[in-house]
């Protein structure tokens, strides 16, 4: 999805009729399952359900014309994996110009391997950037714990402690702290 311009609630004409946008958008929201690399730009169309315009039609054909370029893409899990777990946090601050509420993103790998990721808006609006990092950073490592006692449940040994990778100064220091 290209990141200019920015879509938006008013972006573009209403579709006079929105139903093949929803049908193709269902199907989008399943294949993001096994195909990361279009999560962002399907969270961010979720938003325009409700009134889609010919702007988001676009944008949601350019994810199809993407999808058909780079049909490589996608999960690869190898019997060789190393048994340690890292994630990678972040937030963009006030990134919605509708409503300025930050949007949080994660990934975590077991070795190679993405296991986990998500990518939703905020509960609040979130004052500084630090703070909306900091939120990303406090969910992923919620996310964390969540896989550490699956994998105990299921009998697997971590033997180093899980990463988290913060872009963000601020929320890195609050973190350590």
């Given at each position: 999805m290209a990141s200019s311009p920015k879509l938006t609630l008013t972006s573009g004409a209403a579709l006079s009729d929105p139903t093949p946008f929803w049908k193709l958008f269902e199907s989008l929201q399943y294949l993001q399952f096994t195909?990361?690399?279009i999560a962002y730009a399907v969270n961010r169309l979720s938003q325009f359900m409700h009134r889609p315009t010919d702007a988001h039609w676009q944008a949601t054909k350019r994810?199809?014309?993407y999808l058909q370029a780079t049909p490589e893409h996608g999960l690869y899990f190898s019997a060789n994996n190393p048994l340690r777990l890292h994630a990678f946090s972040d937030a963009?601050?006030?990134g919605d110009s509708d409503d300025y509420v930050s949007t949080n993103a994660h990934i975590v790998y077991l070795g190679?391997?993405?296991v986990s990721w998500s990518s939703k808006k905020q509960s609040g609006v979130a004052r500084l950037s630090t703070e909306a990092e900091y939120r990303s950073v406090a969910n992923t490592s919620a996310e964390i714990r969540w896989i550490c006692n699956l994998l105990t449940e299921l009998g697997i040994d971590i033997s180093s402690p899980p990463v988290i990778y913060?872009?963000?100064l601020g929320a890195t220091f609050?973190?350590?702290n």
């Open positions: 195909r990361l690399d994810i199809l014309r963009d601050w006030a190679r391997t993405p913060c872009d963000n609050l973190c350590h």
